[in-house]
């Protein structure tokens, strides 16, 4: 696999700033990033029904990714302000060795919903013709599986805005609207719509079979808006209100899905976070590194493009996402632990397995990529 790749000391320096797309677009250009093919997971249908054996199939498939938090961070019996987090953690499923795949942020979420970062480790939204690859939602409209991504403060289904005026919400949590076969297809973007609609669907059961939820930027944990500013230090007071925000949402949201008319048969909501925290002062860089299942290497020797030498793997940097809860609400079902090496390659594998789906990417990684599948039995 030949793939182009940063420095560990300029993936440091590169964090948070938003305006590096040209350094992007010749990363990709130069660079040829290589996938894994798909592997076949089954027949695919259009009841999306095969998932692996002894797990009940999945009526509706809900996915909340929160952001910016460490495990130990959320599940610290000394956390007041995660009560409900850590309820959920404790009567419920839990997956007590996952991690995100890297850091930034999108990346993650491509991963997610792709199999693959495509080489990429930054949060510009500038990368979007670049994601032009098969995806979650080319799989789930070839197989007759209904979906939708609800955006909190999304302006509008499909809306292409970089950031709203209030920063809450941000494209580069919304991984649907970087892939070029949705965002430029008006019927797969009116899909994604904003988080109000969800409460419309739940009330008259119109809840499609895959549900993926994003929180606005004060919800999700992750900060950096007007009304809901990075704190300056662990004891800033604005830390705590970012956890009760996150935690207030997952309470009212997890109620309102597990007390409405689409939580029937045996369904599931997954919650993670994209990946750990991140420093307070400058320079900002992560607080965990810690990889997941194939977590990109970042070579000792940055590769060089003029002369094609660099890029040795041998003795580079595992550049992972952290150490992150994945938390299962699953229906009918209770307590569960489990600790499989999993990653946010075992949540795209779960969700295809489940729905009869050919395994994208590193989800097809059955050696390295845990699956999450004990945790809805």
Aim: hydrophobic content about 40%; proline content about 9%; some cysteine.
């Amino acid at each position: 696999m030949t793939r182009q790749m940063w420095s560990w000391a300029s993936a440091r320096r590169l964090f948070r700033l938003p305006a590096w797309a040209g350094v992007v677009a010749v990363a990709f250009a130069i660079g040829t990033v290589v996938g894994p093919m798909a592997v076949s997971a089954g027949p695919v249908h259009g009841s999306g029904r095969s998932g692996p054996p002894g797990v009940p199939s999945l009526k509706h498939v809900f996915v909340i990714m929160m952001e910016n938090t460490s495990y130990d961070d959320l599940l610290s019996p000394g956390n007041p302000n995660t009560a409900f987090i850590q309820q959920l953690a404790a009567g419920d499923g839990l997956a007590t060795n996952y991690f995100g795949v890297t850091h930034d942020s999108l990346p993650n979420y491509i991963a997610a919903t792709s199999g693959q970062t495509w080489g990429s480790n930054s949060d510009d939204v500038a990368q979007a013709p670049l994601f032009d690859h098969q995806n979650l939602v080319d799989q789930l409209e070839a197989a007759g599986v209904s979906w939708k991504a609800y955006m909190e403060d999304l302006p509008f289904p499909g809306d292409l805005v970089t950031e709203t005026p209030d920063g809450l919400y941000v494209r580069k949590h919304n991984p649907f609207l970087m892939y070029p076969d949705v965002y430029t297809n008006p019927a797969r973007a009116g899909n994604v719509v904003p988080l109000t609609q969800l409460s419309t669907d739940l009330s008259t059961g119109k809840v499609p079979q895959f549900v993926w939820i994003t929180p606005n930027i004060c919800n999700d944990m992750h900060g950096g808006a007007p009304s809901c500013p990075f704190p300056s230090s662990p004891t800033d007071p604005l830390q705590a209100a970012l956890y009760q925000d996150g935690d207030n949402f997952l309470r009212t949201w997890v109620g309102a899905i597990t007390h409405s008319k689409a939580w029937t048969g045996h369904s599931a909501i997954f919650i993670t976070w994209d990946e750990g925290g991140f420093e307070d002062q400058p320079p900002f860089g992560p607080t965990d590194i810690s990889p997941g299942p194939d977590s990109p290497i970042l070579p000792a020797t940055p590769a060089n493009p003029a002369t094609g030498g660099g890029g040795d793997l041998a003795g580079g940097t595992t550049y992972g996402g952290g150490h992150v809860p994945m938390i299962v609400v699953a229906r009918g079902v209770g307590h569960r632990v489990d600790s499989t090496f999993a990653g946010h390659y075992s949540l795209l594998q779960t969700i295809e397995q489940n729905f009869g789906l050919p395994l994208l990417g590193n989800a097809g990684d059955t050696v390295q990529v845990g699956n999450l599948s004990s945790l809805l039995k």
